[in-house]
């Protein structure tokens, strides 16, 4: 047999392989389609849930729920009454339903043989009665030794009694009236009216002042308004001070007046109080009509305050610049007491410091001649305070011009031992500017006769 491409063609050849490769391949595919038949599961129809809001009580549901009892067995079917579940479709199982209906018998429905009315089936059912609940009984509970035993008796507060010996300090004014002492700073002022004497004896823990020498009042002695120094919270400029008087108003409005005010150069205006509540001013200078045009511009609408002019030479200038220069002026921060304002010669002058504790002095003396003179060496410490006690005499004739008693109070000395017997323009031009600054100052001025 020859199978080479060449060879003729029979009839029939390719009928047998090709046969045989059909059914090959029809028996592979009909194996194939039946495994998968039997392996692949059935789909089953999933159950449609409902969900609802409304809450179930269980209680009315067994209640009012129709039970219903059937004689005979009953398979167990589907929701669709299918017992084959949920396979057969909608339209056969309804046509099912409605044949075996019409194939069914109807059956005669009882009638109740005395009063002829149907009777129902089913049974009705007999709900126990409910029975009182049983209370469980209670264990009464001993009382235990905590809870029998008596409330400790309460304890009543103790008062304290105060003690009579002592006393709390009553708060005091800043500024008080029975003395001149240094000025202070103060808030709102206005004048108002006052009379009586000045008295000027002043405790020596307080500031004083230079004296009214041409006052028609009498003078015996002349200090300063003075304060104690106030609390951080009332320091500054314009700070109230507690309970000020009138006097402390009248004269925080000079001080304001004087700062405004452009002074003339060789002019001083420093307020003066007394302890009746009397307020001065005292201007001094070496011109006496500027004194009067700068007097009138302070006390403008001010006529219950008492002026006084002392005049000075010229050649005493040096002294009163350098106080200008300070920061506290026009308010001094030193107290000064004058036992006298009017002194004849051959006499001593004595005067009382008071609120230096603490600051390195100088105590210098400018007569009208212009001349310092450093009065240490006549200076002496009585119960803490200083005092000045110096023998002056005038040589020629005498003056209207009057003699400066100063006071420099700083954190260091001035070191002017040195400078004794200079002129004030040498003096005073020497002093460093810094501690001048910052120096608190006391002046007033007497007359020698």
Request: proline share 11%; net charge negative.
């Amino acid at each position: 047999m020859n199978f080479l491409p060449y060879d003729r063609i029979r009839p029939g050849q390719w009928a047998l392989p090709f046969t045989g490769s059909l059914l090959f391949h029809g028996a592979a595919l009909l194996l194939f389609s039946t495994a998968s038949l039997a392996i692949i599961p059935p789909k089953e129809e999933e159950p449609e849930l409902l969900i609802s809001l409304e809450i179930l009580d269980l209680e009315s549901f067994g209640e009012t729920a129709p039970i219903a009892e059937k004689s005979g067995n009953i398979p167990d079917t589907g929701e669709d009454g299918n017992p084959d579940g949920a396979l057969t479709p909608p339209e056969e199982s309804a046509i099912e339903e409605s044949v075996a209906e019409q194939a069914a018998p109807e059956e005669p429905t009882p009638e109740d043989p005395v009063t002829g009315d149907p009777v129902s089936e089913t049974p009705e059912i007999e709900e126990p009665e409910a029975e009182d609940p049983v209370e469980a009984p209670v264990e009464e509970i001993a009382d235990t030794p905590e809870d029998t035993a008596e409330p400790p008796p309460a304890v009543a507060p103790e008062i304290a009694v105060p003690l009579s010996g002592l006393s709390l300090p009553t708060e005091q004014s800043l500024v008080q009236d029975n003395f001149v002492s240094p000025l202070a700073e103060t808030g709102g002022f206005a004048p108002s009216p006052f009379s009586g004497d000045i008295s000027l004896e002043a405790p020596d823990s307080l500031f004083t002042q230079p004296p009214l020498p041409d006052s028609p009042l009498a003078l015996a002695a002349l200090e300063p308004p003075s304060v104690p120094a106030p609390a951080a919270s009332l320091t500054g400029p314009g700070a109230p001070l507690a309970n000020a008087s009138a006097a402390d108003l009248t004269i925080g409005q000079l001080l304001i007046r004087i700062r405004t005010s452009e002074a003339p150069r060789c002019t001083l205006a420093l307020p003066r109080r007394g302890t009746d509540g009397q307020v001065g001013l005292s201007l001094i200078g070496a011109d006496r009509a500027a004194l009067d045009a700068y007097g009138a511009e302070i006390l403008a609408g001010m006529d219950t305050v008492q002026r006084v002019r002392e005049e000075v030479d010229p050649r005493q200038c040096a002294a009163l610049d350098a106080l200008t220069l300070t920061e506290s002026y026009p308010a001094a921060r030193i107290g000064f007491s004058l036992a006298s304002t009017s002194v004849q010669s051959g006499d001593t002058v004595e005067a009382r410091i008071s609120g230096a504790g603490g600051l390195d002095i100088a105590v210098l003396l400018i007569d009208d001649n212009g001349v310092v003179q450093d009065l240490a060496r006549f200076t002496t410490i009585e119960d803490g305070v200083p005092v000045i006690s110096a023998p002056v005499a005038r040589v020629g004739d005498g003056r209207e011009t009057r003699q400066i008693l100063m006071v420099l109070g700083g954190d260091g000395p001035f070191d002017l031992t040195d400078m004794d017997g200079r002129t004030a323009e040498e003096v005073f031009s020497s002093l460093d500017r810094d501690q001048l600054r910052q120096s608190a100052f006391a002046m007033a001025s007497f007359d020698v006769r």
